[in-house]
């Protein structure tokens, strides 16, 4: 009796996951270092040299019994306090330990955010473009995901269709700015306005309306921009956070929510997590990585190549006649295919060994994603084969 | 718009955490080392000194992006490789690494294990005395948890209520042996007739029916017993294991599904799992920690202490005329309490410092827990309160 909904989502594999495999494959018949790959938003430098040191630290010198032991569910007590006053220093909060919630990565984070302030039947609002698994995300919760269409000009909100969307089933929008896939940082303005729309709309509709907010990104900004902090704009708002990126530690899992200490049911909310997990099978992240984290909040990895990756790539881009919005964070950047068919667009690429994702899946045909968490040496190599694949499939002058 | 479901979890505060809380306020009174806690099955001795070395040597000299890098959604493939030889050595089995599943511990693994081959409205059987999370582990995944009734003789299948219980709706049996919390391990006799009754029920029924076997304690054996492995002696097994008590890693989070390869659908079960993991928000185990256990998978903690302490609690409580079946493993026992009521036992139990839990929670009334993952020296102080315990509260000759 094997379930069939997950045996039917067995065909379903995702486009990047099958580009980055294609350039895997590439890479085994022309050498890797010669397969453009932008298919993976991996990050590409080393981890904090802090976030080693300590863990060899607490591996040689701590009790391995303490170390090593059950995490309490809502995570360990003095990494949630943590948390909780590195926040308050950096965003000017005043979160609590108790509003701290540690997660196996964003992934877990905004399973337990979306279990916690929906139920099966509502509605939850994304705007395009947005992350792929979102749809899963949110659709397993039973919950139903209702897409806002992109504003192509800034990769900000766009609020007209933004109010055609909304209805009383909403009871959560999920955000992510800086954005995977377009860089784009949600501006000050753009996060007033949309925490005035919905204020309103909880007040017209008579319940609250949560922002879910998927924060990875939140330390890799250019050109010195700062990242609203969307819990100071918005009571209602549960910050789902993530070290993969800002510590370069993807596969050590390891996140949290932050409710806002100013939301509804905030002194209950981290404890309802707990109660999700036992659900869902989630467990703490580990507890060793837990403890070695806190040592080193304020910390990231050397994230300045993936700026100078940016600037690179948009000059370029930009010199070729791409339309193209400069990103402002992450390491993606989203130009508009030279062709209406993205995908049509990526496959030609594929042929001068550049991969690229279409937007499609980010729910904005027409465009594509770039990672560009990649060696700088490599953006640099790459151009030749821009010039080419431009010039032979377009007719773009050189 | 808060989920009522989840908050009106918050009243349900496990009894174990209630009396482990306890019992660390009295140590606050009197001095933990007082305080002779038998609440918590949380391993007390320290984890194999093989992994700290393995995870220094991997922090001091493997490449960070590595290390740290995302693991594939099914876990790392020499992990999984290594972990199906293991297996194969261990159990005479033919597992490749497509068959195993990386988990965050057992609780993980059964969430999987259980989405997979059920769907809601389906019922899935569990044998008295259960560990008490099995409720949320089935109920959250809309199937139906069906109870049978202990074998209060031995803690092995009463196959009678086994036989009344089974109805064509089945489609998982979650076992759990050696068990907690009765300390029992299911002889090969029990299990090969778990598989008969099961296999004629499949045919009697039309469908598959799976065995889900929460195996955590297999390593730990007393008196040379033998626990068998239970995908020998049926086909449609999935194992589920979890590092937390051999190494004494629970906190690390770090355990798999293994599918039998002569399950059904065998060779795409794996991968399913991986679907599952997208819509719960479960991530693989932590990099660094799947690839230091695949470097011990052959280790274990020395968990001699585990039969040293059971050999004195139960040659104990048989001297104060306790019923009580002699565990073959775990590091539990599961006696029966002096008076009907457990509940009222236990709090008596406490007036003496005494901390030991009610079977209530393990659907088995009129028993009690005892967790002696503690030092010996604690085992043998606590002595004297049983004496007085039993002497003053039911009159017991000692």
């Known amino acids: 009796m094997i379930n069939e909904t997950y045996k039917k989502m067995l065909g379903g594999k995702s486009v990047i996951r099958e580009l980055s495999e294609y350039a895997t494959e590439r890479g085994k018949q022309i050498g890797y270092e010669n397969v453009f790959d932008f298919s993976l938003g991996n990050p590409s430098v080393p981890c904090a040299p802090e976030f080693t040191e300590t863990l060899i630290d607490f591996l040689q010198n701590k009790e391995p019994v303490a170390l090593h032991g059950y995490s309490p569910s809502l995570g360990i007590p003095s990494v949630r306090a943590a948390v909780a006053e590195s926040l308050n220093k950096r965003f000017d909060m005043d979160y609590k330990a108790d509003h701290i919630f540690m997660t196996s990565g964003a992934a877990g984070a905004i399973a337990h955010a979306l279990r916690s302030v929906t139920k099966p039947g509502d509605e939850v609002i994304v705007f395009a473009p947005f992350f792929s698994e979102y749809y899963e995300y949110v659709g397993k919760t039973g919950a139903v995901l209702k897409i806002v269409k992109a504003d ?78 969307i819990s100071k704009f918005y009571d209602n708002t549960l910050s789902c956070y993530s070290f993969s990126k800002s510590l370069s530690l ?3 899992r390891i996140g949290y929510v932050a409710v806002s200490p100013r939301c509804t049911d905030s002194d209950i909310l981290a404890v309802m997590f707990g109660q999700i997990s036992r659900g869902i099978g989630h467990n703490c992240p580990a507890s060793c990585i837990q403890l070695a984290v806190a040592e080193v909040l304020d910390k990231t990895s050397d994230l300045s190549v993936y700026e100078k990756n940016m600037n690179l790539i948009y000059d370029k881009l930009v010199s070729l006649g791409f339309e193209v919005v400069r990103p402002q964070g992450t390491f993606y950047i989203f130009p508009k295919a030279l062709e209406e068919d993205a995908v049509a667009f990526c496959n030609k690429a594929k042929k001068y060994d550049l991969i690229v994702v279409p937007g499609n899946g980010f729910c904005c045909p027409g465009y594509f994603r770039m990672a560009y968490c990649i060696d700088t040496d490599k953006v640099i190599r790459s151009f030749d084969a821009w010039d080419k694949f431009v010039k032979t499939e377009y007719g773009v002058k050189i």
């Open 152 to 229: 192509t000009n800034s990769f900000q909100i766009n609020f007209d269709d933004f109010e055609a969307v909304l209805n009383p089933n909403v009871t959560a929008v999920l955000i992510n700015t800086p954005n995977n896939p377009s860089g784009s940082v949600y501006s000050e303005e753009t996060v007033k306005k949309l925490a005035d729309v919905l204020r309103a709309k909880e007040k017209e509709y008579g319940h609250d309306i949560f922002i879910i907010s998927d924060e990875p990104y939140r330390e890799i900004l250019f050109d010195g921009i700062k990242c609203p902090y």
């Open 250 to 252: 993807p596969g050590e």
